[in-house]
């Protein structure tokens, strides 16, 4: 299954509105000073779940660090975040995001 993320809004980290719905079909991109510090996007199992997820900004020059994942832009200039994404609770969905398109692993929901 691929899904795509076709919109974005962007964020001062700390500054997203507390009502703010995250729509299936867009990615929420937080920045501070030093660039993109986190995304969070509906789980593309179709679940409803979001998906908060802290990232380190490669296209600044920042390394991957143990508890985040690597955001970087892809062919197109859309989100392409790196390892995959594998939640082992609730939905149990294993994913990839590259160039805003979403690659399901045959393993999600195991």
């Given at each position: 299954m691929i899904a795509?993320?076709?919109?974005?809004v962007h964020y001062k980290f700390g500054e997203v509105p507390n009502d703010m719905r995250v729509q299936s079909d867009t990615f929420v991109v937080m920045s501070d000073e030093n660039g993109v510090c986190a995304v969070d996007f509906q789980c593309p199992c179709g679940c409803g779940s979001e998906c908060y997820?802290?990232?380190?900004?490669?296209?600044?020059?920042q390394p991957k660090t143990?508890?985040?994942?690597?955001f970087s832009r892809g062919p197109t200039g859309r989100v392409t975040l790196s390892p995959s994404i594998r939640?082992?609770?609730?939905c149990k969905a294993h994913f990839n995001i590259e160039d805003g398109k979403v690659i399901m692993h045959d393993d999600s929901g195991k």
């Open positions: 795509e993320y076709k919109k974005e997820t802290p990232v380190t900004d490669a296209t600044k020059g143990e508890r985040h994942w690597l939640y082992t609770g609730g």
